[in-house]
């Protein structure tokens, strides 16, 4: 199976600051990779697929990058409702699987 | 809108069995692969099955395989998770999850979930 690992763990920053979190890929899934972000007691949320386009609704203030095995998502400047868990998941193969999560969290 | 909403879940002991089900409204059922996802107590996600559109194929994830089955009905617009042969590593919030589009997934659409807590 694919092992996505996702760094860092926690990143603790302010409002208006950037957020840049990775995700790794175990072998090379092209752009197969899905960001989601979950708040505590609701479900993950879709925001970007395919590596870099953002799903319906999505503020334009996250993006995603990356193909291969290295990807990237990014927030350019953090709201107070961007404080949450990110968690990348790849499509590429059965099982599908996900990365451990990165907390943002407000500094 | 689309809603999700899933029942079944609850206390049940090591070695028993629960039926999860997942009521689907407000897009077409039957062209859409759909999934449950699972997430333990303070931990993160983690896929569990898949079955296809129509129903002809499925996939688990290997800690599932051979104790779970995924299952639907079309006419009903129900999906079901039934577990067997429980373990405490099984406890979890189960999520029924539809994907973005047809047979990608990628889930634009998540139920509420429903806990299973396998405990003695």
């Known amino acids: 199976e694919i092992v996505l690992t996702q760094s860092p763990a926690t990143l603790s920053l302010s409002p208006g600051e950037r957020a840049t979190l990775s995700c790794r890929a175990s072998q090379s899934i092209s752009s197969y990779l899905v960001w989601y972000q979950q708040k505590p007691g609701q479900a993950p949320r879709l925001l970007i697929y395919?590596?870099?386009n953002r799903a319906t609704g999505i503020p334009a203030r996250f993006s995603g990058s990356g193909s291969g095995t290295d990807f990237t998502l990014t927030i350019t400047s953090l709201e107070r409702e961007d404080f949450a868990v990110y968690y990348c998941?790849?499509?590429?193969?059965?099982?599908?699987?996900f990365g451990g999560g990165t907390k943002v969290e407000i500094k | 809108q689309v809603q999700l909403v899933e029942s079944g879940g609850g206390v049940v002991q090591p070695g028993r069995s629960l039926r999860l089900s997942c009521a689907a409204s407000g897009f077409t059922f039957n062209s859409y692969d759909m999934h449950w996802v699972r997430q333990a107590p303070g931990k993160g996600l983690e896929w569990v099955a898949v079955?296809?559109?129509?129903?002809?194929?499925?996939y688990y994830v290997d800690s599932v395989k051979g104790r779970f089955t995924i299952s639907r009905d079309n006419s009903k617009n129900m999906l079901y998770l039934q577990m067997n042969s429980l373990r405490a590593e099984d406890t979890a919030v189960y999520y029924c999850a539809k994907p973005r589009s047809g047979g990608y997934p990628e889930f634009d659409y998540w139920g509420q979930g429903t806990l299973v807590t396998v405990s003695s």
């Open positions: 395919d590596s870099s």
């Open positions: 998941q790849q499509r590429s193969n059965w099982p599908l699987t």
């Open positions: 079955i296809f559109y129509d129903g002809t194929n499925k």
